[in-house]
């Protein structure tokens, strides 16, 4: 397949433009928990491969909120509802996808454990999202090896 230069209306372009990236509702939700429990982090931590939205450095865990729409949760079935502009947001989502893929990959290489949660996910289960990160957390403590 041939790379083209997607095109966009100004009107996404201005929408695009006013996404936030960083420190949204649920991010704050799950670090806040965290924190309340006496996990210390770094948020949008750069230094490693998707700046994952909060870092564990003490346990090397990489945490990533992921929205449904970006991220491609149940992407084969949601890429059929797409109305405007298909093509465009079907390739957006896709490279989307294989970065996310890409960065995990690295983070393993780098002894780092990449998780993800969707944003409904965190909103609706949050305890269940903490319970997740604790268990990588007491297998990092115990040093148990995840490959």
């Known amino acids: 397949m041939k790379h083209m ?19 949204n509702k649920v991010e704050t939700l799950l670090a806040k928990k965290l924190w309340s429990k006496g996990f210390r ?14 870092a ?14 970006w991220h491609g949760k149940d992407f084969e079935k949601q890429k059929e509802k ?4 298909k093509d465009f947001w079907a390739e957006k989502i896709q490279e989307n996808i294989n970065r996310d893929k890409r960065n995990d990959v690295i983070l393993h290489q780098m002894g780092w454990i990449p998780l993800h ?4 996910e965190v909103e609706k289960n949050l305890d269940y999202c903490i319970n997740e990160i604790e268990g990588y957390i007491n297998l990092q403590m115990n040093g148990m090896d995840l490959d």
């Not at 564990?56 to 729409?69: N, R, S």
């Not at 949660?117 to 409904?120: A, I, Q, R």
């Open 56 to 69: 564990l450095t003490k346990y090397k865990i990489a945490i990533f909120v992921d929205g449904e729409f």
């Open 41 to 54: 982090y770094r948020l949008n931590y750069k230094k490693l491969p998707g700046s994952p939205d909060i």
């Open 117 to 120: 949660f969707w944003s409904l």
């Open 82 to 85: 797409l109305k405007s502009n």
């Open 5 to 23: 230069k997607l095109k966009t209306t100004p009107e996404i372009s201005k929408r695009m433009a006013n996404v936030k990236l960083k420190h």
